[in-house]
């Protein structure tokens, strides 16, 4: 079974930043591409960052560009996500998946992001 436990979410005023992160011990990390995806109450999936396996490309959403950083250390079996800037339409659960060539597969439990003042 893939487990990915995420981390770091949390109350933050807008502007504030927060660093969600994402263990995924038991699978061969560095294998895989991994993106973040996030769900607002009351509202769809939606995708913002990805990946590659070897940490060599990235992209995001439009929403988020230029206020999201994604990176992973292989070593660590970790990715992470630095959010800046942050506005209350960020406010959702952030989950981590790990993609399945262009498919996303595994979820993590997801962490709660909520930006208010």
């Known amino acids: 079974e893939v487990q990915l436990v995420s981390s770091g979410g949390g109350l933050v005023q807008p502007g504030g930043s927060l660093r969600l992160s994402c263990g995924a011990p038991?699978?061969?990390?560095?294998?895989?591409?991994m993106s973040w995806v996030r769900q607002a109450s009351g509202k769809g999936l939606e995708w913002v960052s990805h990946?590659?396996?070897?940490?060599?490309?990235?992209n995001y959403a439009d929403c988020v560009k230029g206020r999201f950083t994604v990176s992973r250390e292989n070593a660590k079996n970790t990715l992470w996500l630095q959010l800046n800037s942050l506005n209350s339409e960020d406010t959702a659960v952030y989950y981590c998946?790990?993609?399945?060539?262009?498919?996303?597969?595994?979820w993590g439990q997801g962490t709660q992001v909520i930006v208010s003042s």
């Open positions: 038991g699978f061969t990390f560095n294998s895989h591409g």
């Open positions: 998946v790990r993609r399945e060539g262009n498919a996303l597969g595994s």
């Open positions: 990946i590659r396996s070897s940490g060599s490309h990235t």
